[in-house]
């Protein structure tokens, strides 16, 4: 359940745009962007002129006629799929007769294969893709094959191509033809680059922020509900805005009775502990640069140190970097793995370069660096080498 706390602010989100500049110095802190200068801005839509209005009009006139072709189409496809569901089921309960064996057994012998999702990565085709609509949809001259795409030359401020237009463009485009291994590789960092780009830019204004912040966790709060019904896990999650001129509104979120724990055992009411922490927020303000201080960073490492330490040992204990081989490793059997190449074994507290300890950071988040138990074997071997 998603509760929004009591917030001053009406916060209606508004629409968002994946268009990409670089923010400029502003004077004033009313937006992240501007509480953000050089970052790159994520500008927001244009508003659509009359033209295009009437075009989107047009467009959607013509989308509810194609809906209802859809629709009568799918109900026939559906009522034949069924049709097939009760022919298979009669089959299979035929040859579990037949051959003296479960129903079950014969569905699961039919059906005896996988289907396997490749892991997400950036592909070929659209790569392809993005570098065509970027030709054809940010000004550039872009290529016409066919008098029947030719009206596409004269669109107004603002119309883009659809996808399916941008996908028949690029089909046909010789540049895209026998392609060399050096050209597929520079389309697709192209992209990753822009993902990256995308994934790392500001809201330029604060209904955006708010409709990006809505949207998002909407999901995350979707996927932690399947989550816990799948394994009966506990997840609580505040969330709250990060200046006084932000409109999105803070939130709190419990799978199943879990906020019950705040009031059982900590005496707190959930939305008490978002209306503290907003108050906490505001009162800081903090840019991007600011959140990534040296001493911001320093504490985050520590904090994530300790904590994981505790969680694998199983024991309020902090680390010892000063002894530990024998504080920890021979002590607990406990092992720090993946400790960034180039950053100094030594406290996070201590270390004052900002590119160590960012290194050491993204380490720690990303989980390439962590804690584990060393093998019975591993840490005989250790304590030989400490011997000798």
Known sequence: MTIPSTCPTSGVPGSCSDEISVGKTAGNK????ARNPGWPVMQPRQPLSTVEKEHRSAHAASRQVSAAQHKDRDALLNEAIRSLADEFEAKVQVIATTHNVTHEKVKKLVGGHKYYRNPRSTQLANAIIHDKAHEVNEGNPPFFPFTSILHMAGRVRGEKLTLQQIRDLARVDPKYQGMTQDEKDELLRALTEFHALKNTSVRATNSAAACDVQSTLE???????????RTGIYVCLFATRGHIYDSSQPFWYGTDNVMDFWEDVMDLEPDEIVRKLEQWACMHGKNIEERNSVEG??????RILNSGLRVVAKKKIRINFVNFEVAIKVRYGIDLLGWPEGVPFQSPRTITNAKHLQTLRDALKAGTCRWAYMSRQQLEQYQDQLNE
């Open 219 to 229: 999901h995350i709060f979707k996927i932690l509900d399947g989550l816990a019904l």
């Open 297 to 302: 960073m320093q504490r985050m490492c520590a």
């Open 30 to 33: 009313s937006t992240w962007a």
